[in-house]
């Protein structure tokens, strides 16, 4: 077993710029660059807003995402359309990817105003893969996947009855336009490439301008918290941090100066700084996850989310957590450094492979 301690980072993170004040959830707008402004629509969660942006085009504005179906988000959106804007009308929605908070109202707006919803292939079918198995009951291959993980039966189910009672899963979306990796969209002056990121959500839309240096980041890039990338029972050999860190790299071709507007938080300029720290911050996880099996000899993944996680409060954050332990786990496997196997009990563990074990990794 070695000894080494976990590597705790001595950098210090670099500043990030923070140009303008957010606004409040009551449908203030603040305009971040000419015709681009910024609405903050309120959730009922820890994670307590969504920014949204709308975009003005030579003969109305572009929604780009929605907040979560609710009352309250459809009655906002009411207000800043009828007593906020210039008056002209609503063209089009961009969903930058399907979580229900991005595109919870995504049926509502294009009936309420009648206009196109555009989206990724994957985004839109995902969404309504899910939506069409809201409240069914959990599959077979779900139980495996978190029986193999070595969560105990009474947390699992903790997990399955919060997933059926989910109070934001969106209407039925029939139809939508499609967004591809590198396709322009035009809007008023200025031109939005679809650069696409991978492993937060399958196919996820973020729109960069290069001529004015503006990045509508969605959750590919939130400045202070590190987006969820997880493995989940759909896909369970998936190394979805793989596909982030290679989305993380395409990110990395704006400009230095790019204004960066994330679903959450605030509008930065930092692109480069903050895709380093979060390429940092898993390297961390990896290290960590590395010496707690090691020091564990074998170890399952629930054992490790305890690990990694130790203050986990109730089930969806054992449900993301869980998905994400088991990513970090992957990452590694595939990198060479664990290996696993199922054992005679049902469940996976992990073990670190021999030569990895005191090995200085460079990740
Ligand atoms: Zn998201």
Redesign the pocket.
Known sequence: MTATPPIISTAQPAALEYPFTAPQTDGSLVEVAPGVLWARIGMPMALSHINVWLLRGDDGWTIVDTGLSTDETRALWEHIITERLDGAPVRALVCT?F?Y??AGLASWITERFGVPLYMSLGEFLMMRMLGSQNGSVPQPEEREFYARSGMPQERVERVFAALQHDPFVPPRQAQFRRLRGGDVLTIGPRRWRVVIGEG??PEHVCLYSAEDRLLIG??QLLPRIT??VMVTAFEPEGNPLALWFESLDRLEACAEDTLVLP?HQSVFRGVHARLGQLREHHQQQFEQLRHLVAERGRCSAFDAMLGLYPRLRGPEQDLLALGETVAHLSWLRHRGVLEHRLEADGIIRYNVVQSAIDEEMHW
Do not use: A, I, T, Y
Request: charged share 20%; proline share 0%; hydrophobic share 0%.
């Open positions: 990817h979580h908070d991005h937060h959500s969605g959750d987006s969820n679903s």
